[in-house]
């Protein structure tokens, strides 16, 4: 996990050695290995860097070509470097190292903005065309690195995080309303806003090319539409299953340091470290060893958040023994700091819960993390099955699906879902408009809208009714369709770039195998009943890792929400933060409904409690509460 910051000017000025200065300082944490700079007249880039792969040694960025006329920095690492550095080779590219940031830089000379294409990983990357005098960003397909800029016309700031553009600190500096509204709603729309007017982030699958007339944006990758995978047998699909999630773990595994997994006790981050334990023992791990690490909440621990249980099977199941750390779970004002040093709302508790996790792999040699992110997004779905069946007119398989839905929910239910998600999808547009036109709305209220004044509510319904996929994903199958949107959600997006911002302020990066491109297309393209069977979701998963895991873990029902920690935090913020927050002039929250939601959420389960709504609420009052008394 490295970082890069960056100035464009396309007005002939020189780039402003302070701002610049400003700007690599406010990310510092992102080099630990060093920070280098690149500048010449009205360009400036640095590169914060955290080795992770033996290869990055080998090309410190940024990194110039031989005439210096292409320069990059890049955050991130690739998953297909032998196939992109034999495609290079093909072509005549004479290769001096054999880092991803050189295989980037030669593939942008190569191809040119339809790099991407050819680029697997996780990364975000800027390059500077000498020669054109543009800079040119792209980010992965599913952008799990972050890259935020601002741009006013004359000047491009570039970097990894917000704190990093915004500490240029000679532009002004205004709140978004509308973004806050979609973090106080828990309604998300935005790909590519911050909290920060003026503050944008590059999205996922997406590459940006910034000349003198302007910035243009163009979508580099989706699943293929058409793509469908069908085989006779379930064995057949679990085969190939197993074998693609096999190679996607061991690519994720490229280090020169101990390989960490974090082994939650759940199916996906289990599943990760049993198939790289298994590489391991076949001598294909990509590290040089292999560290496991879970939480230990201690005895008597709250259900909401105890798995320990099954992290010890897994770890009795394949012989070997697990780190088992206490949570982080520190006091509200160590989420207030952060929250004012990133210049974003605070880290949720459960994802803070890693910091120790990230102390302990750190301390133990580890620059590599893998997690099981990915699986709840593409291994789980709505009983499309049934559009599948009637559209291929499969009988036998919707009776398999009408048998599975009855027996696990009850025949009158299986029916409905039978007209929602088979039927429904499939009658002519205008007559599904017509059906929307006559249904009657939803009498409970989302917890959420209520914080909202009427300026934010009215911003937040412009949002709403602006938030139209592309027609390229709106034309998709329902399937592929959800998984797409799902993977492109605004929360999504937000998430990724929070997770990435937090293992870089511990020193180490995450990579999530379930993610891999290829594992994507795959997910889109099978069939629903290989992900759903009645209530069973994430049936291929469990199948093809049979013997993998223990029983006790594939058969599991229950799963923690960690909901939790929020509860805990929120209560002893309440006099701190959110108290003072009620009484302020911020017309964003209504502080008669703040504090109505607020008891209410008192008197409910914890998993039922609207957590990130009162969480939104009280990053308001963390980051702006001071400041910002509108």
């Known amino acids: ?14 780039a402003d050695t302070a701002v610049f200065a400003a700007m690599t300082g406010a990310i510092a944490y992102r080099g630990p290995d060093g920070v280098r700079q690149w500048a010449e007249g009205p360009t400036a880039i640095a590169h914060l860097m955290l080795h992770t792969t033996a290869e990055s040694l080998e090309a ?27 495609e290079l080779l093909a072509r005549g590219c004479a290769l001096r190292s054999h880092a991803d940031a050189e295989l980037v830089l030669r593939a942008f000379e190569t191809w040119g903005e339809d790099c991407p294409r050819h680029i697997d990983g996780e990364y975000a990357f800027v390059v500077w065309d000498a020669r054109r005098r543009e800079a040119f960003c792209a980010k992965d397909h599913a952008g799990m690195r972050p890259l935020h800029y601002h741009w006013d016309g004359k000047r491009l700031l570039v970097a990894s995080d917000i704190a990093g553009v915004l500490a240029a600190g000679d532009f002004e500096q205004r709140p978004n309303p509308g973004m806050i509204a979609e973090h106080l709603a828990n309604l998300w729309y935005s ?56 190679d996607c773990v061991r690519r994720a595994s490229r280090t020169h340091r101990p390989l960490a997994c974090e082994v939650s006790g759940g199916l996906d981050s289990s599943a990760i470290f049993a198939v790289a334990h298994r590489l391991k023992s076949e001598g294909r791990l990509l590290a040089p060893a292999l560290e496991g690490y879970t939480y230990y909440f201690g005895e008597g621990a709250d259900p909401d958040v105890d798995e320990i249980g099954y992290a010890r099977a897994v770890a009795s199941h394949l012989g070997v023994e697990l780190r088992e750390i206490a949570p982080f779970m520190p006091d509200p004002s160590w989420f207030i700091a952060r929250g004012k040093a990133d210049r974003d709302m605070p880290i949720y ?3 803070a819960m890693a910091v120790n996790i990230g102390r302990a792999l750190t301390a133990d040699g580890s620059r590599v993390a893998l997690n099981g992110e990915g699986g709840d997004e593409f291994l789980t779905s709505y009983p499309f099955d049934y559009a599948e ?48 036109h006559f249904r009657k709305p ?59 911002r937090a293992s870089a302020r511990r020193g180490y990066e995450l990579r999530s195998p379930l993610y891999d491109r290829r594992l994507i297309e795959f997910a889109c393209a099978l069939p629903t009943r290989q ?3 009645g209530e069973r979701q994430k049936h291929i998963h469990v199948a093809a890792l049979t013997g993998f895991l223990p ?62 709504e009162l969480w939104a609420a009280f990053g308001c009052g963390a980051l702006f509460g001071d400041e910002w008394q509108l």
């Open 551 to 612: 029983e006790v873990v594939c058969n599991r029902t229950s799963k923690a929400t960690f909901n939790l920690p929020f509860v805990v935090q929120l209560d002893k913020a309440a006099d701190s933060v959110l108290a003072p927050l009620l009484q302020c002039g911020m017309d964003w929250i209504d502080p008669v409904r703040l504090k109505q939601l607020r008891c209410r959420a008192g008197r409910m389960p914890v998993i039922e409690r609207p957590i990130y």
């Open 442 to 500: 939803s009498k409970a209220e989302h917890p959420g809208l209520a914080l909202l004044t009427t300026p934010l509510r009215e911003a937040l319904e412009r949002r709403r009714k602006a938030a139209t996929p592309p027609p390229a994903i709106a034309d998709m199958r329902p399937h592929p369709r959800l998984l797409t949107m799902t993977a492109e959600g605004g929360f999504t997006t937000y998430a990724h770039d929070f997770a990435a």
């Open 191 to 246: 790909q590519d806003e911050t909290l920060w007017e003026g503050v944008s982030r590059l999205p996922g699958a997406h590459t940006m090319r910034i000349e003198r007339s302007g910035v243009r944006l163009r979508r580099h990758w989706l699943p293929s539409p058409d793509a469908v995978i069908r085989y006779a047998d379930d064995r057949d699909y679990q085969a190939h299953y197993r074998e693609l999630l096999t």
């Open 60 to 86: 410190p960025q940024p990194l110039a070509n031989e005439d210096a006329s292409l320069v990059v920095a890049m955050d991130g690492w690739l998953a297909n470097p032998d196939e992109l550095r034999s």
């Open 1 to 14: 996990m490295s970082g890069f910051a960056a100035i464009f000017r396309f007005d002939g000025a020189p």
């Open 349 to 351: 508790p459960n994802a």
């Open 531 to 533: 992900v759903r069977r």
């Open 389 to 436: 069946h009637l559209s291929e007119r499969d009988w036998r398989s919707l009776g398999h699906s009408l048998r599975d839905d009855s027996a696990a929910f009850g025949p009158v239910r299986a029916l409905d879902m039978l007209y929602r998600f088979g039927i429904g999808p499939l009658l002519p547009a205008w007559l599904r408009r017509l059906q929307r």
